[in-house]
């Protein structure tokens, strides 16, 4: 390897680390604010916490690498040609396309390396983010009982405390047992107590001191007009137990979520969209089936001359006048109520041959998803080093303002094809491509005005070029 081209990586893969990790910050940052409330409030260890950051970044990995790839490529020849290293190069004899071929090499590996990991490890990391968002999700808010607040968090009881002091000491505590679900029929009063938790965590020891417990007797009563019997008890000292064990954070089943499409690889797609295919084809057979067999009544030969004889002669051309006026109304009615029938069962199954068609659609999107990450970053390359070298501004001020005009084009030319398909407006691979296809004449464009040095950002030649075409126009007419 030449010094050039170690010079060439070496200026690109610095920019490029540091603006996808930043890139990949502030979209997780972006996901934490989306699920803050999910997180909050839940007693939820580091560890915990932590590894849902981790399987989150690995899922925004497609948005922030052609982001890097894009600004760090104009940074990388916008500082080539501020520090005039690219029209140092050129003099010597060296193009454009020379410079940006070590740096293509790299681009190419990276795009390999992102088909990879949207093939093997994004799949898995969906997996596991999916399934730890579900158990965050699924989880009790952390035992929390506020003064003069009814707290009703552990099953089956209802606290209220008027006083709480932070080492666990109590004032006036109130509390409903409803373990025997026949309403308010068990009452706890006392004046004071202590609140502690067992070694383990498991049990929260509620230490009553000088108090009254309060049963009604007869809970099956429905009367309450009537007045029934009570125990009533008084204790200087009683000991509470409850069980915590419903606010432990449990791990879910990754078995409920790994059939989706978002967490299968190509293989698996392949497999599950032929499964996908032959339900649908077996649905449509199905009913075809079930329409003749339950609306349509079909005669063979014989059954036909076993009953010609008792076939009613028909005098009138409109088979409604040969009956009379009861009957009539009857064979309207049954009528009627056949065919609607036969259209409710035509619209039912319409709509779940539309749904199973669409769960093909969102395999087929996934499918071509993992091709187009790495083709984003090919042509996003090609359009961020030549711009990078027009323009000729290094640092993050001008490069940035550019690779985010452009990202935002292949973002929205992304999402409005993958809605597209989604909605069964195109096909999946027209709507997965929509970006690359808008995209890869402007890095030709933009490669080839590089390649000849033109200024693009100089207003006068694109008004010199539209005078030429006006004049042409005006010469012909």
Known sequence: MKKL????????????ALTFFIAIFFLVMQFLWK????LVGKGLEMTVIAELLLYASASLVPLALPLA????????????????????????????????????????????????????????????????????????????????IFYSGIEGYTIKVDKKWPDGSLKEIMIY???????????????????????????????????????????????????FPFMRSSFEKEVIRFDLSSFAFARGDEEL????????????????MDTLKKLMAERREDFGQNLVKSYFKRFDEKQIKQSEDSVLTLEHPDVLANF?????????????????????????????????YKNIVRHRIEYHR????????????????????????????????????????????????????????????????LSTVVLTPIGLFLTNRATGDSVLMNADSYVAFFKKIFKRKSATS
């Open 5 to 16: 081209d170690r010079l060439l990586i070496r200026s690109f893969v610095g920019p490029f």
């Open 35 to 38: 699920y803050v409330d999910d």
């Open 69 to 148: 790839i894009l600004l760090s490529s104009i940074m990388c020849f916008g500082n080539l040609g501020e520090k005039y290293e690219l029209a140092a190069a050129k003099a010597s004899g060296i193009s454009l396309q020379r410079l940006m071929s070590p740096i293509a090499g790299v681009t190419i590996i990276i795009s390999l390396a992102a088909f990879y990991f949207s093939n093997n490890i994004l799949p898995l990391a969906n997996l596991k983010m999916v399934t730890l968002i579900h158990d965050v999700q699924s989880k009790k808010p952390a035992l929390n009982i506020k003064p003069g």
């Open 177 to 227: 047992d409803h373990t025997d679900r026949m309403g308010n029929t068990k009452v706890v009063l006392a004046d004071s107590g202590m609140m502690v938790m067992s070694s383990d965590e498991r049990y929260l020891i509620l230490t009553l001191l000088n108090g009254h417990a309060y049963e009604e007797m007869d809970k099956s009563a429905r009367n309450r007009e009537s007045t």
């Open 257 to 272: 979520f790994k059939d989706k499409y978002t967490m299968l690889n190509l293989r698996q797609l392949e497999i599950q």
């Open 324 to 356: 009379d006026r009861n009957d009539r109304l009857k064979l309207l009615e049954v009528s009627m109520n056949l065919i609607r029938s036969a259209k409710a069962f035509t619209d039912i199954t319409r709509d779940d041959i539309s749904v199973r």
């Open 370 to 433: 993992k091709f187009t990450l790495s083709i984003a970053c090919m042509v996003l390359f090609f359009i961020g080093a030549p711009l990078g070298a027009i323009v000729r501004k290094g640092g993050l001020g001008a490069p940035m303002v550019l690779s985010v005009l452009f990202f935002l084009l292949y973002y929205i030319a992304s999402i409005m094809g993958e809605k597209f398909a989604r909605e069964t407006v195109i096909s999946p691979a027209v709507g997965m491509w």
